[in-house]
């Protein structure tokens, strides 16, 4: 078959012929259809973001794919199966702390890195072999629509975000960061949970128009000053109140007071998720005041990817319609096409744009 392999950081990926991958018992063979390319693939094949991606690889973050061939032990795929392919494998040995890699991409730790080395290679290629528990049907959806259903690991980031703070309809939830490709996800993703009232936080005022036009009357925007105490205010005010919910994806290099700000705009007994990269290349901590958080009762969490279940939940929401995938711009290249796709996604990081590389597309 043929794969876009990364020989080395810093290399084009180079599209040649591959071993098929064959398959193993708790894993099923695909053919992937529609795998999305993020807008910092670049910047992670160049070793910029320094991700524990051991070359020669095959990158590649999961997609859609057509199962080829299931393991002895898979009980419901069956070959034909459309399906949705995550890539966030768990170890199965540890039910409490599983170690994570995502495969294809990056890992988290030692165990995470030692789980890389089997589940190596991505969806950049014709074929791949995954773990079974992360095969998703998604039914009866059209095949013409899978580069499109390829970007539900960009809302699922988010929505891992929202069940972590048992986000209920009806509820008010503030995204700090929403004018990114997480963040608008994320602004998407609370709505069709229902979400009354969602104030979108950003600077980019062009982008929050777009989101207040493109999603209605229940987004609220506000475009921060930089200035804590009037941006505050305003996020409280766009909130109607304190806010039920408040969900940070802002990046690495934002100082920690500019989540505080939005952090602090949650209600008493509210909770916050905490998604983005601030404090992972340095500088100040988050600091949030000990008198604060205890007199207001307030739930403060971490939260990296989704749970599994997320999968299935998602896959209804957007089947249901209530998450519109056709709201997304997609662009698709062929896997021939590969470092012309990786270029494309970096320049073209907006919102509700896809870029997508459909290797069986010849
Ligand atoms: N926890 C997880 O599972 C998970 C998974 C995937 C990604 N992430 C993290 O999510 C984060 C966001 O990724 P992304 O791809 O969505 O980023 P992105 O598209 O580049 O979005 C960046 C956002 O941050 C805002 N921003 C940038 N600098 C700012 C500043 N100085 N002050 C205020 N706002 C600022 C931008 O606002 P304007 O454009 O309006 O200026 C935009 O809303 C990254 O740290 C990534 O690692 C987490």
């Known amino acids: 078959m043929l794969a876009a392999v990364l020989?080395?950081?810093?290399?084009?990926?180079?599209?040649?012929?591959?071993?098929?991958?064959?398959?193993?018992?708790?894993?099923?063979?695909?053919?992937?259809?529609a795998t999305c390319v993020l807008p910092y693939a670049s910047e992670v094949f160049g070793g910029a973001r320094r991700y524990p991606l051991e070359p020669p690889v095959v990158p590649g973050l999961g997609g859609i794919a057509r199962v080829v061939t299931t393991g002895p032990d898979a009980t419901r795929l069956t070959p034909g199966d459309l399906v949705w392919c995550d890539a966030t494998v768990r170890s199965r040995d540890d039910a409490n702390t599983p170690d994570i890699t995502l495969q294809g991409w990056s890992s988290r730790g030692d165990g995470g890195l030692r789980l890389s080395r089997h589940f190596h290679d991505g969806s950049f290629a014709e074929r791949m072999s995954l773990p079974t528990e992360c095969v998703y049907p998604v039914g009866d959806v059209d095949e013409a629509d899978a580069a499109r259903w390829s970007a539900l690991g960009i809302y699922l980031v988010p929505y891992g975000g929202l069940l972590a703070a048992d986000f209920r309809a009806g509820e008010s939830l503030l995204v700090s960061g929403a004018t990114g490709n997480f963040?608008?996800?994320?602004?998407?993703?609370?709505?069709?949970?229902?979400a009354g009232r969602v104030v979108a936080v950003?600077?980019?005022?062009?982008?929050?128009?777009?989101?207040?036009?493109r999603f209605g009357a229940r987004v609220h925007t506000v475009a921060l000053t930089g200035e804590a105490d009037e941006d505050q205010a305003s996020m409280t005010a766009a909130g109607g109140g304190p806010l039920d919910v408040v969900l940070d994806i802002l990046p690495?290099?934002?100082?920690?007071?500019?989540?505080?700000?939005?952090?602090?705009?949650?209600?008493?007994?509210?909770?916050?998720?905490?998604?983005g990269g601030v404090g992972m290349l340095g500088g100040a901590d988050l600091a949030l005041p000990y008198p604060w958080l205890m007199r207001n009762s307030?739930?403060?969490?971490?939260?990296?990817?989704?749970?599994?279940?997320?999968?299935?939940?998602?896959?209804?929401?957007?089947?249901?319609?209530?998450l519109d995938l056709r709201q997304d711009g997609v662009h698709t290249f062929p896997l021939a096409r590969v470092n012309d796709a990786i270029a494309y996604a970096a320049d073209n990081a907006g919102p509700f744009v896809r870029?997508?590389?459909?290797?069986?597309?010849?």
């Not at 950003?202 to 036009?213: F, I, K, P």
């Open 7 to 33: 020989d080395d950081f810093g290399t084009p990926l180079d599209v040649r012929e591959v071993p098929d991958p064959g398959v193993r018992g708790g894993e099923v063979v695909v053919d992937v259809l």
């Open 355 to 362: 870029t997508v590389l459909a290797p069986n597309a010849h």
């Open 202 to 213: 950003g600077r980019d005022r062009r982008v929050l128009d777009d989101l207040r036009a």
């Open 298 to 322: 307030v739930t403060v969490r971490g939260q990296w990817m989704y749970p599994r279940d997320a999968n299935a939940r998602l896959i209804e929401l957007a089947r249901a319609g209530l």
């Open 183 to 194: 963040g608008s996800a994320a602004v998407a993703v609370g709505l069709a949970m229902g």
């Open 252 to 275: 690495p290099a934002v100082d920690a007071g500019v989540v505080r700000t939005a952090v602090m705009t949650v209600r008493e007994y509210g909770r916050v998720v905490l998604m």
